[in-house]
C-alpha cells in the first residue's frame, strides 16, 4: 500500500462515567514512500523454436521480468549479456526478441541461445539474468539461385577423354539448404548418352568420347538445381549448350579402294598438258580442310616409251594422264597395268588401286565395194547351222574368193543380214549360217520364197543373200557400213523315192 489513514479519538473520564466522559478526535494520512528493496524477476521461459525465414518484423517471444517495487524502482530495462548477437537483437524497453533483418540467416545455427538481462536503470544492482533457447528449422522461401550466367556456352574438341570437366555450374541458396543438381527432362537423351552431372557438386564431365565424324555436333543441357526439401522444394534451371569441334583425327579414303579402267588406245591428244583419262577422288571424314595430294607410287608392269602421271585439280580430284600416246600396237609389254595410287594430306595417307587395260581400237575400213559375185554352191538338202560364208577366217569357205575386211589383228566389226529367210549370222565367230532347211522338193518352194530366189532352173536354184559389214568403231575416216550381196546355188539332188 501506498497510503494509510489512520484516526484516533481522546477520551477522559472513567469507563463507568462513559456517558459524562469528553471525547476529541483526530485523523490522520500516512503516506507509505517506496524503497528498492526488491529485485526484478524473470518468469519461467521455455525453448521456442522458428523458422530460417521468420519475419524480422514480429517479435519471436517476449521474455520480461517482474519487480514488487512501484514507480521508478520498478523500471525495467533489458539487454543481451552474450550469445549470438549476430542474428538476434531485443527490445530495451520490452524485453520483445526479434530476428535481426540484416543478418544472414544462412549463418543461422540449428540451435541457438541468447543471455538475456533485466534490470533496474536507477540501481544497476537490481537485475536478474536468464538464458533464452532458439531452435531453427529449415523454411523454404528462397529458391536457389545461379551464381553466373543462366546461359552458358562452351566448345570442346572431339578428342576431349571422358571424366574431363565441360562446365562447372553452382547455385547458392540464403536458406542454407543443401543443393542438389541434376539434367532436367528436356535434355535429350542423345545429351545425356555423352554427359554427366554430380548431383552434389554440379560439375559437368564427359561420360563417353564424342566422334565428330558420326555422332551429333551440338548438345544442349538443361540443368536444375533444387533444394530438394521434398513436396516444397524450389529449383532453379539453367542452359548450357555444348559445341563438339573437329580435329583432324582420319586418314582420307578413295570412293574406291580398286579402280578398273578399259582405256582405248590412240585416245589420248598430244601435249601438253597431256589429255587427262581417268579420274579419281579422295574423301576426308574430318570437316577441316584438307589439302589432298594424289601420287603414283607404283606402275607394274614399267611401261616403255610412255610414263602415267596424276595431278590434283582445284577441286581436290586426281587426274591421270600418260606423258605420250598409247598405241597398242607397238606395246613392248601386257596391255594391263597395274598403277597404285596414293593421296595425302598433313598426317595421314590413303591407297587405292587402278587396274588399267589398254584396249586396240578398229582401224580398218571394209573394202569398198564388197565384191558382188561370191558364190557358194551346195546340194539340197541344206541342214540348219550349215556355215554359208565365215569372214573372220583367213580361209573364206568353199568358193568364195578371198575377201580382204579385216585389217587389224583384232578385228571390231559385226555382220547384219537383210531381208533373208534362211540365214542368220553369228558376230562371235564372224560367219553367216543356215538357220533352217533348204530343201527345194518344199511343196510351192520357188513361190514361197521368190523374193529371195535370183535364178531358178531345173538343175539349181541362187538364192541371195543380203550381207552388212559394219565397223562397230564407227571409224571416223571411213563408212560405217557397206553392204553386199552373196549367192547360194543350191543343187538340185536326185534325193527322193518315186511314188505312184
Known sequence: RDSLSVEVEAVDGLPAYEWRNMR???????????????????????????????????AITTHTCSDQDIGPNAEIRYEILSGDQDHFRVDTNSGAIFLIATSDRSTLLVSNYISLRCYNPNDALSRDDSTIHIQVTASNSHS??????????VEI?????????????????????????????????DATDFFNVNDSTGI??????????????????????SDNVGEDSRVATCTATVTILDVNDNAPSFVQPVYTFNLRENNLQ????????????????????????????????????????????????????????????ILTTQPRYTIN???????????????????????WCPE???????????????????????FGSSTRSNTITQMVIDNDRDSDFTL??????????????????????????????????ASEIEQSTSQFIILVVRVSVCDVAMNENCEQCQDGNFFLAVLRANDKLPSF
Open 24 to 58: 476529541s478526535t483526530v485523523s490522520t494520512n500516512i503516506e507509505v514512500l517506496d524503497t528498492n528493496d526488491n529485485d526484478p524477476v524473470f518468469g519461467v521461459f521455455q525453448t521456442i523454436t522458428i523458422t530460417q525465414s521468420h519475419d524480422a518484423t514480429e
Open 144 to 153: 536457389p539461385r545461379f551464381t553466373h550466367d543462366t546461359e552458358l556456352s
Open 270 to 329: 598430244e601435249g601438253p598438258p597431256p589429255t587427262d583419262f581417268f579420274t579419281v577422288q579422295c574423301v576426308d571424314p574430318d570437316s577441316l580442310e584438307s589439302n589432298l595430294t594424289y601420287y603414283i607410287t607404283d606402275v607394274t608392269p614399267i611401261p616403255v616409251g610412255f610414263s602415267f602421271t596424276i595431278r590434283t585439280d582445284n577441286t581436290s580430284k586426281g587426274l591421270l594422264s600418260s606423258t605420250a600416246i598409247i598405241d597398242y600396237d
Open 368 to 390: 569398198t565395194p564388197l565384191p558382188s559375185s561370191l558364190f557358194v554352191s551346195v546340194d539340197e538338202p541344206v541342214q540348219p547351222g550349215h556355215v554359208f560364208v565365215e
Open 204 to 225: 559437368i564431365t564427359l561420360s563417353e568420347r564424342i566422334d565428330y565424324e558420326t555422332d551429333s555436333l551440338l548438345f544442349v543441357l538443361y540443368i536444375v538445381a
Open 157 to 189: 574438341y572431339e578428342t576431349t577423354n571422358p571424366g574431363e570437366t565441360i562446365i562447372d555450374v553452382n547455385a547458392t541458396d540464403v536458406e542454407t539448404i543443401a543443393i542438389v543438381y541434376s539434367f532436367s527432362s528436356l535434355t535429350l537423351d
Open 416 to 449: 547384219q543380214l537383210k531381208n533373208t529367210t534362211f540365214f542368220a549370222v553369228d558376230n562371235e565367230e564372224k560367219t553367216v549360217f543356215t538357220n533352217r532347211q533348204i530343201d527345194l522338193d518344199e511343196p510351192n518352194f520357188e513361190t514361197k520364197y
Open 341 to 363: 595410287l596414293q593421296c595425302r594430306e598433313e598426317k595421314f595417307n590413303g591407297t587405292a588401286t587402278l587396274n588399267l587395260h589398254i584396249e586396240p581400237v578398229s582401224e
